[in-house]
């Protein structure tokens, strides 16, 4: 055949598969009469093969190809699991306190500041209880912002997750996330500080918060964002730059 773009073996391949899709089911079989009926085999028109074979700019229109494009039609590429497509690539997962812990630790600066008057002792001399609702408000906010707040209409941008820490590595977290957020321009993060027997990082969440004039108002949050077990902060919105 002339300008053929397969082999010799290809074309008698190609051949027999040709045979096998015009016979169908065998109705010689002996287990014929409980088969199936062959479904009707949907195959690419001449002219549909023709306009393809057009955009892909090649002039050898032949049987051969014809027939193999019609094999070929509605069959689908494999998925190649060995590349990670960027689509179905897993969310990147928020640090939790130990990260942020230990960023801040490392990076110092902003975080390293809010942390420095702090102070754990005026924190823990007032203690909460695990069940208790948490409430703060500074005078300049308006009473409207802060019913929002409370009502949980605010979105919250970032979160930390402070259960099992020690005192210290709680104060990090807690200084590192309202440090990103400032850089992020973010003004409501959310804090999960857990009830527990004592209470006692709620007690000092409860208590830093209060210190840091970087903090507008903070309450406990409404049930689906963890209830009495975390915190929801109003954060100060960045002064713009002068020019």
Not at 109 to 136: F, H, I, R, T
Not at 168 to 179: G, H, I, K, V
Not at 198 to 217: D, F, H, M, S, Y
């Amino acid at each position: 055949m002339a300008n053929s773009l397969f082999s010799k073996d290809m074309q008698d391949q190609l051949q027999e598969l040709k045979g096998q899709l015009s016979k169908g089911r065998d109705t010689t079989s002996p287990d014929g009469d409980n088969q199936k009926p062959t479904e009707p085999v949907s195959l690419l028109s001449q002219k549909q093969v023709k306009k393809t074979v057009k955009q892909l700019d090649s002039n050898h229109i032949d049987d051969d190809k014809v027939l193999f494009m019609q094999a070929m039609h509605g069959v689908n590429q494999l998925d190649d699991k060995n590349v990670r497509s960027p689509a179905n690539a897993a969310k990147a997962k928020k640090p939790d306190a130990a990260t942020l812990s230990k960023r801040a630790a490392a990076q110092g600066s902003d975080a390293a500041e809010l942390g420095a008057g702090l102070s754990d002792m005026q924190a823990l001399l007032n203690p909460v209880a695990g069940e208790a609702y948490l409430s703060y408000k500074n005078p300049t906010l308006q009473n409207k912002i802060f019913t929002q707040l409370k009502q949980g209409k605010l979105r919250w941008y970032d979160a930390v997750d402070i259960h099992g820490c020690t005192i210290e590595q709680a104060r990090e977290a807690m200084t590192q996330l309202l440090s990103q957020a400032k850089q992020n321009n973010e003004t409501m993060v959310k804090i999960v500080h857990g009830k527990g027997s004592e209470a006692i990082l709620k007690t000092c969440v409860n208590g830093w918060l209060r210190q840091l004039p970087e903090v507008l108002a903070f309450c406990s949050a409404p049930p689906k964002d963890g209830g009495n077990g975390a915190v929801l902060v109003l954060l100060k919105k960045n002064k713009p730059d002068a020019e």
